[in-house]
Nanobody, 124 residues
Framework: QVQLVESGGGLVQAGDSLRLSCAASGRTFRTYTMGWFRQVPGKEREFVAAINWSGSSTDYLDSVKGRFTITRDKAKNTLYLQMNSLKPEDTAVYYC?????????????????WGQGTQVTVSS
């Protein structure tokens, strides 16, 4: 079992930066593929970024490439999402996710474990 707790969300202005964190329980974190998704009311949960167990492979939503960076610290059992040059359209609840799969899924159904989410609001 993996438990995930996100933090770092908040209210910022367009162009600002935020770093989201996801603290994971369990030694299996080191072998899990991890991802970030986001969701706004009335819309499907959207893939944002993912990273494999070693950190050697990442994937991003096209609209965040060059602005967002996903990393992981195995020693701290923590996943990060550095978000720069934020835009109002990045406003959403951001969720951390984990899977035991070795591939890097970009679909919601590819992940078994989810955090409760953290709100990110970007004002114009």
């Amino acid at each position: 079992q993996v438990q995930l707790v996100e933090s770092g969300g908040g209210l910022v202005q367009a162009g600002d930066s935020l770093r989201l964190s996801c603290a994971a329980s369990g030694r299996t974190f080191r072998t899990y593929t991890m991802g970030w998704f986001r969701q706004v009311p009335g819309k499907e949960r959207e893939f944002v970024a993912a990273i494999n167990w070693s950190g050697s492979s990442t994937d991003y939503l096209d609209s965040v490439k060059g602005r967002f960076t996903i990393t992981r610290d195995k020693a701290k059992n923590t996943l990060y999402l550095q978000m720069n040059s934020l835009k109002p359209e990045d406003t959403a609840v951001y969720y951390c996710a984990a899977t035991s799969r070795t591939v890097v899924p970009t679909q919601r159904g590819g992940y078994e474990y989810w955090g409760q989410g953290t709100q990110v609001t970007v004002s114009s």
